[in-house]
Structure formats: C-alpha cells, structure tokens
T-cell receptor
Framework: AQSVAQPEDQVNVAEGNPLTVKCTYS??????LFWYVQYPNRGLQFLLK??????LVKGSYGFEAEFNKSQTSFHLKKPSALVSDSALYFC??????????????FGIGTKLQVIP | DTEVTQTPKHLVMGMTNKKSLKCEQH?????MYWYKQKAKKPPELMFV???????INESVPSRFSPECPNSSLLNLHLHALQPEDSALYLC??????????????FGPGTRLLVL
C-alpha cells in the first residue's frame, strides 16, 4: 500500500522569504515521489521528482525538494518566494515495488499563499 | 514538448445527454489516464490505458465509458450523468511500462457541469 500526507492545508509566507511545503509518505518498497502545482482552473504541472540518487532534487521555477528516507519525508522548498508561486501544491507517491501500472497516490494538497 | 490537450474546456450537460471528452498527446507516451477532481481535492484516478489497452478501472460507474482509439488519443464518453459528477476531468499521459517512476503530464482539464 502507498499513501502520502500533507499535514498543512495552507502555508502563508511573505514574498522573498524561503518557503517549505511538507510531505511525508508511506510505502512498502522504494518510493517514487513527485511534486505538482495547480493554478486555479488549470491542470497539474509537474515540478520535480525523486527516483533514486541524490537526495536533493532540483526542479522547475527554482523549486527543490529533499528526500529523507529516515523521516520518510519529501518536503518542497524554495529559497525566495514569489507572489506568482501562490497555488495549490500536491505531493504524490508511487511504491516502486507495487508492480502494475503507473498508479500514483496524491496528497490532499497544500495551498500556498505568498503575501506581498 | 510536454503538452496534453483536452477539449472542450467547459461542458454543460443534462442528465439525459450523451457527450464525449477528448484528450490528445504527441509525446509518444503509451500510458494515458483519466482523473476526476473536485474543488480543492486531489485528483482521483478513474482509468488507465497502457499500450491502448484498459489496464485500470477504479470501479467507475458505467455511465463513464473510456476509449483509446490510438496511442495519441483518449476519449471519455458520458451518458446519463448525475449532478454529483460535476467536476474537473483531467487527462494525463506518461511513458509506458510498469517499472520506475514515470512522470505523468496533465492536460488543462474539462470543467463539467451536470444539470
């Protein structure tokens, strides 16, 4: 079984400050982890993913995420937030040992509000 | 190019109507997905096609009927829907195969309202 938790419904951060959006996961095997962003009335845009290798993953628009196996976490970070980063962020996981097709489980989403 | 296109953008239909949603990708992906998303909720997987064959049906009611005519196209046929089926319907595609963590690329969605 695979699951993912995003403990914060909303994160508020001042423009220019660093931001963190939290994600923890649970899988039986090796995790494949993803971050997506969704702007209002739009589809999901892929930001970054962790498959294997370096625990620090860099993605689009200056975002990065750190994979921490011991804490089963994959928090999304950005050094300096922009107002345009305000959106809904989804963490997703796939259990690499689950077999079958590419079924991912999404977290409930975290709304990021960047305050000017 | 990581574009997935969906038509129409918006759709209003009555409970007795028949309509279809269309999705297209030209990335050479061999897996395509339909998701349903309610407001401020995560996407819920409905169907997965892998190499043009239905691989996953997440116990979706029969009033939703998927079709994959070729490797680039994915349709969702709608008939006798209920108001609670109103949602954003998202299409996604990824590389085929069961191994690894394939990135799913999403289309902009079709906003469906059932009256």
């Amino acid at each position: 079984a695979q699951s993912v938790a995003q403990p914060e419904d909303q994160v508020n951060v001042a423009e220019g400050n660093p931001l963190t959006v939290k994600c923890t996961y649970s899988v039986s095997g090796n995790p494949y982890l993803f971050w997506y962003v969704q702007y209002p009335n739009r589809g999901l845009q892929f930001l970054l993913k962790y498959i294997t290798g370096d625990n620090l993953v860099k993605g689009s628009y200056g975002f990065e995420a750190e994979f921490n196996k011991s804490q089963t976490s994959f928090h999304l970070k950005k050094p300096s937030a922009l107002v345009s980063d305000s959106a809904l962020y989804f963490c997703a996981v796939r259990d690499g040992d689950s077999g079958g097709y590419q079924k991912v489980t999404f977290g409930i989403g975290t709304k990021l509000q960047v305050i000017p | 190019d990581t574009e997935v296109t969906q038509t129409p953008k918006h759709l209003v239909m009555g409970m007795t109507n028949k309509k279809s949603l269309k999705c297209e990708q030209h990335m050479g992906h061999r897996a395509m997905y339909w998701y349903k998303q309610k407001a401020k909720k995560p996407p819920e997987l409905m169907f997965v096609y892998s190499y043009e064959k239905l691989s996953i049906n997440e116990s979706v009611p029969s009033r939703f009927s998927p079709e994959c005519p070729n490797s680039s196209l994915l349709n969702l046929h709608l008939h006798a829907l209920q108001p609670e089926d109103s949602a954003l319907y998202l299409c996604a595609s990824s590389q085929g195969g069961t191994s690894g963590g394939k990135t799913q690329y999403f289309g902009p969605g079709t906003r469906l309202l059932v009256l």
